[in-house]
């Protein structure tokens, strides 16, 4: 008797966590939309993928943690507390669901809505080796860290130095200081991590390769004399005629640029973030 008890306790463990490993519509929170009206939907953390699961609604990703609904105009008659369908969400670590539902009036439809984190799914997305979060630990530790000085360049009265280089899982973590000795503010343009030719014949083009970083961490506008930032990219190798540049432009009038260039062999002696700065 005890023995039929027991294996039906274990049969009901079972049944209760498969049950609630499913999600259905009845437990999905539900989101109200309008054709008028824009919908959108804010994670924590950059999105790295959206599934819109009817061609009743339409969505973009205007920026890397927000997206945009809004049902489609003139396909057909929707009544009130119909579902259009569900939109599923996945970023760096976790994803959620909700099922988008019809309202004929504009003032219910969902102008605003945050990702809580009772809506959030533990995810290991296998596309992310290091989240945007670890990324920012990590190189807020390496902006505080000493500079071992590997290279650095100087023009317009302005230097600009190599501090440090930090390997971390498949990416580089680029630390480097903008000093200048004017009184003229820097208002930074752009900053660019390049991979270029090291020299150029006559009559030849450099061949440039922008390299877009996984991260930044220093977003200022401007500097007067000191700037320091960490520049996340994905690791590379590249051969002994191409060069890895660090470049920082002004904006126009003044259109000011220095940039670093760096070589293979600093690259090759990138330290290992858990040996260096623990």
């Not at 993928?49 to 809004?70: A, E, W, Y």
């Not at 019809?102 to 969902?110: G, I, K, L, N, W």
Request: hydrophobic share 35%.
């Amino acid at each position: 008797m005890n023995t039929h008890r027991f294996l039906f306790f274990i049969m009901s463990v079972f049944l209760f966590t498969a049950v609630n490993a499913q999600k259905t519509m009845d437990c999905m929170q539900l989101l109200t939309v309008n054709e008028n009206i824009t919908t959108v939907i804010t994670a924590s953390e950059p999105v790295r993928f959206v599934d819109i699961s009817t061609d009743k609604v339409v969505g973009d990703q205007p920026i890397s943690n927000t997206i945009r609904l809004k049902p489609k105009e003139g396909v057909e008659v929707n009544r009130d507390g119909d579902i259009l369908g569900v939109v599923t969400i996945v970023t760096e670590r976790y994803r959620s669901q909700y099922g988008l539902v019809y309202t004929s009036r504009p003032e219910e439809a969902v102008t605003d809505k945050t990702i809580l984190l009772d809506e959030r799914t533990r995810y290991d997305n296998p596309a992310v080796s290091l989240s945007t979060e670890d990324m920012a630990r990590y190189a807020r530790r390496i902006w505080l860290s000493p500079s071992k000085g590997i290279r650095s360049s100087k023009k317009h009265k302005m230097q600009i130095a190599l501090n440090n280089i930090y390997s971390v899982g498949e990416y580089f973590f680029l630390d480097f200081s903008v000093y200048n000795r004017t009184n003229i503010r820097f208002d930074i343009d752009q900053l660019k991590i390049k991979l270029q030719d090291k020299k150029k014949a006559k009559a030849t083009t450099v061949q440039t390769i922008d390299l877009e970083p996984a991260f930044t961490l220093d977003r200022s506008p401007s500097f007067l004399h000191g700037y320091r930032n960490v520049v996340v990219i994905r690791k590379l190798t590249f051969p002994d005629d191409k060069i890895l540049t660090i470049e920082l432009s002004e904006k126009q009038i003044s259109g000011r640029t220095i940039s670093l260039k760096v070589k293979y062999s600093d690259v090759l002696s990138a330290d290992a973030f858990s040996r260096s700065l623990k």
